[in-house]
């Protein structure tokens, strides 16, 4: 069983839309969860970090995880066609290490 | 943040040839690490660079391939040696950062350089 298993899509939604991605990952010890967003040709761009059971909000992006369940989940509200990208999940152990989800694919529909 | 740069930015290397990645760090920091991104693929770790001390090297990837130093604690290289086409890749470097009063520990990728072994 992989680290991380991330929903790889793509997932295509209109303008304005909700896009919501999932992760699950197979670690109980795991605290710190991160969600990087990475255009084509480019390096992945933080866009949350989540560490405690619950929602964290930070403008259109809502970051969930759920520790019992094990998963971990992004919601784009209001989705703009700049928000077209590669979403990939990451969880990181206590040593500091990076494992990633395969990463999903959204594109937004003008 | 912390702003990371790295080169060269992508090259074009023949097989058998070796070539050395640069990343440089406008801060100090305490954790530095070397990604591999094949193309279509997730993010892969290939090890930590340590600061005075040898490298720590994820299953699969070993010294003499990738060897790695980190003379201080803005710096680090890595060397894809011996390359053949299957090393082809984007290479990262990654720094974690102290999280300041209120916010948490953070990492952030370097933009990346990308190799193709021909």
């Known amino acids: 069983q992989k680290e991380v298993e991330q929903n790889s899509g793509p997932l295509s939604v209109p303008e304005g839309a909700i896009a919501s991605l999932n992760c699950t990952y197979s670690?109980?010890?795991?605290?710190?969860f991160f969600w990087y967003r990475q255009y084509s040709g480019k390096s992945p761009e933080l866009i949350m970090s989540?560490?405690?059971?619950g929602d964290k909000e930070d403008g259109r992006f809502t970051a969930q995880l759920n520790k019992a369940s094990q998963y971990v989940s992004l919601l784009i509200r209001d989705s703009q066609p700049s928000d077209s990208a590669t979403y990939l999940c990451?969880?990181?152990?206590?040593?500091?290490?990076?494992?990633f989800g395969a990463g999903t694919t959204v594109t937004v529909r003008a | 943040s912390a702003v990371i740069s790295q080169k060269p930015s992508r090259d074009i290397c023949q097989r058998g040839t070796s070539l050395t990645i640069q990343c440089q760090v406008d801060?100090?920091?305490?954790?530095m690490f070397w990604y591999r991104q094949q193309p279509g693929q997730s993010l892969t770790l290939i090890a930590t660079?340590?600061?005075?001390?040898?490298?720590?090297?994820e299953s699969g990837f070993v010294i003499d391939k990738f060897p790695i130093s980190r003379p201080n604690l803005t710096f680090s290289t890595l060397t894809v040696s011996n390359m053949s086409p299957e090393d082809s890749s984007i290479y990262l470097c990654?720094?974690?950062?102290?999280?300041?009063?209120?916010?948490?520990?953070?990492?952030?990728f370097g933009p990346g350089t990308r190799l193709t072994v021909l």
């Open positions: 990654s720094v974690e950062t102290s999280g300041r009063r209120g916010s948490t520990d953070t990492q952030y």
């Open positions: 989540i560490y405690s059971n």
């Open positions: 990451a969880r990181r152990s206590n040593d500091y290490k990076l494992s």
């Open positions: 660079a340590n600061q005075g001390s040898e490298a720590t090297y």
């Open positions: 670690d109980r010890v795991s605290q710190s």
């Open positions: 801060s100090q920091v305490t954790m």
